[in-house]
């Protein structure tokens, strides 16, 4: 048994794609070694066969990359023509955590108005969360399997914020720091704790971009994540164009 099937929100999902319960738009984050998987799975049950050459199949980007703006156009194109082969057309987006603004953006009113016969994707890493406005259009689902032991949570009181503090500041780097806001994140999806896992992703990305020095980036993680004092989304826009 794989992780995946294993996991009670997957199982959750397949019955309600089962029982003809689909949803226009749909999001999933999971880890990225299993978003082939979900593709092939939910597939098989909108489409009624999966192949990768399927004509009603339409997958841009890849579990490494996703689609830039003109990809997107392509997709909301070739989604609004009828169905070749089977009832419904299939389009999927990958790594949509990773999607630009100006990709996310041409998405919008196909993610709140796809065609009737068309069922919407997009897959995430877990631990990480993509634009809120696609998130808002779509039935989002958080499929953690059984990955505890690498995710934990953030400091809780000003005692662990001071220890968290003292020693980010005396031995890490970028890099570390960032392998650790996606834990932390990972363990807030664990939680169900989505508002908490969006800031910590938007900390995440603009840690990622590695512009800042140590204490810079623990000032930030403080301000941001501890005090509440500073909203980073409206930096997110310009670091994921950058």
């Not at 990809?71 to 194109?77: A, D, G, K, M, P």
């Not at 070749?84 to 389009?91: A, D, I, K, T």
């Not at 000032?219 to 980073?232: A, K, S």
Request: overall charge negative; charged content about 25%; some cysteine.
């Amino acid at each position: 048994m794989s992780d995946l099937s294993s996991d009670v929100t997957w199982r959750e999902i397949l019955r309600e794609t089962e029982s003809g319960d689909i949803p226009h738009c749909r999001a999933i984050a999971a880890p990225q070694e299993l978003h082939n998987e979900i593709v092939e799975s939910l597939a098989r049950i909108i489409l009624g066969s999966y192949r990768p050459s399927h004509p009603d199949l339409l997958i841009t980007g890849t579990t490494d990359k996703a689609p830039d703006v003109e990809t997107c156009r392509s997709l909301i194109n070739n989604i609004a023509l009828k169905p070749m082969e089977s009832r419904r057309r299939f389009g999927v987006v990958m790594s949509a955590d990773k999607l630009f603004i100006y990709a996310a953006n041409s998405l919008l009113k196909l993610a709140e108005e796809p065609p009737a016969h068309a069922a919407l994707l997009f897959l995430m890493q877990d631990g990480r969360l993509f634009l809120p406005t696609l998130k808002s259009r779509s039935r989002y689902s958080v499929i953690t399997t059984e990955r505890q032991h690498e995710a934990h949570r953030m400091p809780q009181d000003a005692q662990e914020w001071a220890e968290w503090l003292a020693d980010t500041r005396k031995s890490a780097d970028v890099e570390g720091v960032v392998k650790e806001l996606e834990a932390w994140s990972n363990f807030a999806l664990s939680e169900k704790n989505i508002i908490l896992a969006e800031k910590i992703e938007g900390v995440r990305l603009i840690a990622a971009k590695k512009n800042l020095s140590i204490p810079l980036l623990c000032d930030m993680i403080i301000l941001i994540l501890r005090e509440g004092n500073i909203y980073c989304e409206h930096i997110l826009d310009d670091i994921r164009e950058a």
